[in-house]
């Protein structure tokens, strides 16, 4: 390529750098670091070396700066809500970030569709309407951790990096239940409630008690016995990778209120509340599973094998059930609520098993 006469002066012209000011070579952030791979790579734990690696426990960092960058004093304020530590940590926080980009799958090649084979009718309509309800829910999964990610001080940016991956992990779910209703089809039937009350969460605290440890949780429960519920293979791994995911959201919450806990006992009261209220909706709308409505009744055809078989169908789903408000509970007994055995909701306690030794 031939350069024109303009291009050749300007590259012969020595250039003048008088007004450059190079600020940026002499500010007083750390150096000298050297983070090197670990066993499972690079890691957030890697890097977290000296100052990088220093989480305060109140943030005066309400710009964009990075933690363990030099300040720039013109820089403006940004929405930043979230100041004290206790607020948004987890003790976990980055081993569950790391898992996460780790055990990404895509819903287009991860799930076996050539196996998806033709059902009856009413098992068909049946896993088309429980796949409608988790549209819904996962759709509202996603989108409420998504509001807290700007409030949150990039002093503790490591919080704002998982719950980036619960989006993209609850907009997979969305997705994958979407596809698996139309690809047969039948298509999406009856929309439902679809826990819009969680839309009202104004505190993160109370986001991690309503969504990750209650409705997450009662969620992943549901996807790990999804052999019961899978009419094929493709199904089975739907369930399965879906369930993978739900554990790190449910124990990002478990560890974050246990984190919260332990440092402000005093907000113990304040989190007690929060599980009365959603208790409260459990024991009463069709996201108990047991109180009726087309979730359960199509858990219940899925269960039992068809419509002629719900009886048994809705014997399992009581197990079902059982065994989501004892995982519950272990995961109380976990955070430091031990006591909210003796204050559970009744239409949930009737089903706990005794207390172990």
């Known amino acids: 390529m031939t350069l024109s006469q303009d291009t050749l002066q300007m590259l012969r012209t020595e250039t003048d750098y008088s007004g450059l000011d190079l600020g940026w070579l002499r500010v007083d952030s750390e150096r000298g670091i050297t983070a090197r791979p670990g066993r499972k790579g690079l890691t957030l734990e890697e890097i977290n070396l000296g100052s990088y690696g220093e989480v305060p426990d109140t943030s005066r960092n309400y710009t964009l700066k990075p933690r363990g960058a030099a300040r720039r004093l013109s820089k403006p304020r940004t929405g930043v809500t979230w100041d004290a530590k206790s607020e948004v940590w987890s003790a976990s926080i980055a081993m569950l970030y790391e898992e996460a980009i780790a055990r990404q799958w895509s819903s287009a090649t991860d799930i076996p569709w050539e196996q998806l084979t033709p059902l009856p009718d009413d098992l068909e309509r049946a896993m088309c309407q429980l796949c409608t309800f988790l549209t819904q829910v996962e759709f509202i999964a996603g989108d409420l951790p998504g509001r807290w990610i700007r409030s949150i001080s990039p002093d503790h940016y490591e919080v704002g990096l998982f719950l980036a991956t619960q989006v993209m992990d609850e907009a997979r779910h969305e997705d ?182």
């Open 176 to 357: 994958v239940f979407r596809k698996r209703a139309l690809a047969n089809g039948v298509g999406l039937l009856q929309a439902g409630f679809g826990a819009t009350s969680l839309l009202q969460i104004q505190d993160f605290s109370e986001m991690a008690a309503i969504l990750h440890v209650v409705a997450e949780g009662f969620v992943q429960s549901l996807f790990r016995m999804g052999e019961l519920i899978a009419q094929n293979e493709a199904e089975k791994r739907m369930f399965r990778l879906a369930a993978q995911d739900e554990s790190r959201h449910v124990a990002f919450g478990v560890t974050h209120l246990k984190y919260t806990l332990e440092t402000e006992p005093e907000r113990r009261e304040e989190f007690h509340h929060y599980l009365d209220r959603q208790e409260g909706l459990l024991g009463t709308t069709q996201a108990g599973l047991t109180s009726g409505g087309a979730s359960a009744e199509s858990l219940a055809i899925l269960l039992g094998g068809g419509k002629d078989k719900m009886d048994e169908g809705y014997k399992k789903l009581l197990a079902i059930r059982k065994r989501q408000i004892n995982e519950y509970m272990h995961r109380l007994e976990v955070i430091g609520l031990g006591d909210r055995r003796e204050r559970m909701h009744p239409e949930m306690r009737v089903f706990l098993d005794p207390p172990r030794n």
